[in-house]
């Protein structure tokens, strides 16, 4: 069992920054872990996932060059640094964690454990 949560999201204006943090607890020895978004009547979207180690780092295309993801020094944390916000960004962000695969999916259909979301508003 994997618990998620996260914190940090909020509110700011266009071009500027926001950074989010996960915290996984429970008892799992390891797993991928991504965030995921989803904006009122969308369907949830991959923003970027990093495998267990930390080493493969995975962005969607409509973030990629914009944000950045990091494992904490505990393993079981997770960041996202979120630069050049666009109002697009605006969405429910959630944590998931995958204790099957070491490089995590960029789907939600994989993951069996989720946050319960934090909110991201981006203002023009």
């Known amino acids: 069992q994997v618990h998620l949560v996260e914190s940090g999201g909020g509110s700011v204006q266009a071009g500027g920054s926001l950074s989010l943090s996960c915290t996984a607890s429970?008892?799992?020895?390891?797993?991928?872990l991504a965030w995921f978004r989803q904006a009122p009547g969308k369907e949830r979207e991959f923003v970027s996932g990093?495998?267990?180690?930390?080493?493969?780092?995975l962005y969607g295309d409509s973030v990629r060059g914009r944000f950045t993801i990091s494992r904490g020094n505990n393993e079981r944390t997770m960041h996202l640094r979120m630069d050049s916000l666009k109002p697009e960004d605006t969405a429910l962000y959630y944590c998931?964690?995958?204790?099957?695969?070491?490089?995590?999916?960029?789907?939600?259909?994989?993951?069996?454990?989720w946050g319960q979301g934090i909110q991201v508003s981006v203002s023009s």
């Open positions: 998931a964690a995958d204790d099957q695969r070491v490089v995590p999916a960029q789907s939600p259909q994989y993951f069996d454990y």
């Open positions: 429970g008892s799992f020895r390891w797993a991928a």
């Open positions: 990093i495998s267990v180690s930390g080493g493969t780092k």
